[in-house]
C-alpha cells in the first residue's frame, strides 16, 4: 500500500506544508512530486540513516558546547574562521524536524519549512547556515558535481532563503562540516574515527521564490505534469510495463 501523506486539496483553506526535501523532489521531477503531493504515491523509502542521525545528534551535543561559552570549535580556529556558534531563542525550533525553520507563504497559502543543523554569526553580524554531513570515503571529501552535492547546495540555498524571510540578515556563504569515518584502522573495537573538514559553499537562493510559485502551479494541474527523461526509475517501468502488456 502507498503511503498516504498530507496531500494538497485545491480547496482546502489550510496552508499546504512543503518541505526543504520536497522542494528537491519537485526540482528533480514535477511527475514523481505531484503524485506524491497530490495524489498521495510516494516513492518506496529506504531505511533511515541512523548513523548518520547519530553523528549529527553528536554534532550538535559538541558545537552546543562552544555556543554555551561563546567560542569558537577548534575547526573553526584551524580554518582561520570569523565566526562562533551562536545562540538564538529559536534555534531548538529551527533544529527540529518537524518545525525547522518556517515561513508562511501568504499568497499561495503554502507554509515552506527546513531543519537546519546549526547556526554561527560572524563579526559583520551575519548568521552563518552549517550543516552536518556524515560520509566514509577514501581521499578528500569535497563537492563535486554529483547530483546529491548539487542537492546539498540547494538545500543550504533554501535554509538561507528561510532565515532570511525570518529577518534575519544571513551570508551568501554558508559551511558543511563534514566528518569521513576511517576505514584505515587495525579494528573497529567500538570506535568509528572520523576526519573533519569545513566546506564553505557560496551560494544564491534567488531561485527559490519562484520555485515554490512554480511548484504551486504544478499542484493545481489537473493532470499529472511529464516526468524526468533522464529517471532511471522512470525507464525501468516503462521497459516493464512494455513487457508486462
Ligand atoms: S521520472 Fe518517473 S519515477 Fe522518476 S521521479 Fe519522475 S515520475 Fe518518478
Not at 564553505?200 to 520555485?211: A, F, K, L, M, N
Amino acid at each position: 500500500m502507498p503511503r498516504i501523506n498530507n496531500l494538497y486539496n485545491p480547496a482546502s483553506d489550510k496552508p499546504f506544508k512543503l518541505s526543504r526535501s520536497k522542494i528537491d523532489m519537485f526540482l528533480d521531477c514535477p511527475r514523481c512530486f505531484y503524485m506524491d503531493r497530490r495524489l498521495g504515491i510516494s516513492r518506496p523509502s529506504g531505511p533511515a540513516f541512523t548513523l548518520n542521525v547519530a553523528v549529527d545528534a553528536l554534532l550538535k551535543k559538541e558545537f552546543d558546547v562552544y555556543r554555551a561559552n561563546g567560542t569558537k570549535h577548534p575547526l573553526m580556529e584551524t580554518y582561520g574562521l570569523d565566526a562562533v556558534p551562536v545562540a538564538h531563542e529559536l534555534l531548538d525550533q529551527w533544529r527540529h524536524n518537524f518545525t525547522g525553520v518556517q515561513c508562511l507563504h501568504k499568497k499561495i497559502n503554502m507554509l515552506v519549512y527546513g531543519a537546519i543543523d546549526d547556526l554561527w554569526k560572524n563579526s559583520a553580524g551575519e548568521y552563518i547556515v552549517v550543516d552536518y554531513k556524515a560520509t566514509s570515503k577514501e581521499g578528500e571529501v569535497e563537492l563535486t558535481d554529483a547530483k546529491w552535492h548539487n542537492s546539498y547546495r540547494r538545500q543550504m540555498e533554501v535554509y538561507q532563503w528561510l532565515l532570511r524571510q525570518n529577518g534575519l540578515k544571513v551570508s551568501n556563504t554558508g559551511y558543511f562540516f563534514y566528518v569521513n569515518g576511517k576505514k584505515d584502522r587495525a579494528g573497529f573495537n567500538g570506535v568509528l574515527e572520523f576526519d573533519a573538514k569545513l566546506i564553505p559553499y557560496t551560494g544564491s537562493d534567488s531561485w527559490v521564490e519562484q520555485t515554490i510559485f512554480n511548484i504551486y502551479d504544478c499542484l493545481n494541474l489537473s493532470d499529472l505534469p511529464e516526468s524526468n527523461l533522464e529517471c532511471e526509475f522512470c525507464q525501468y517501468r516503462a521497459k516493464a510495463q512494455a513487457v508486462e502488456k
